[in-house]
């Protein structure tokens, strides 16, 4: 399985923490939103997606890179958070959005 980690890390680096210890697990790739290349994402069995919570949602970076990407059909992603409330941190804004590219989220 080829993995990448979309990982949008602020503050002190907690959500960035989670991410390079799942990339251990996975021999994955972490990069930013900004660094995303979206050509080669089909290059990928897995993406994970993740973030702070900010407001109740990921971080908007996170969002609209999702929001630019292209529709994809069945491939696999999996959604991740990092933050101080765990009441707050909803993930449906973005698992619709993955869901409405075409991801099993």
Known sequence: MK???????TWNGNT??????????WAAQVVSPSQVDAATLGEFDLIAFGSGI???KHHLNLLKLVD???????????IFSTG???????????GEKLEAKGFLV
């Open 68 to 78: 630019a990407l292209a529709p994809v059909k069945g491939r696999k992603a999996v």
């Open 84 to 94: 101080g409330n765990p009441a707050v941190a909803k993930h449906h804004l973005l």
């Open 54 to 56: 900010f407001f109740g």
């Open 3 to 9: 993995a990448l980690i979309i990982c949008q890390s």
């Open 16 to 25: 960035a923490k989670v991410a390079q210890a799942m990339a251990g697990v």
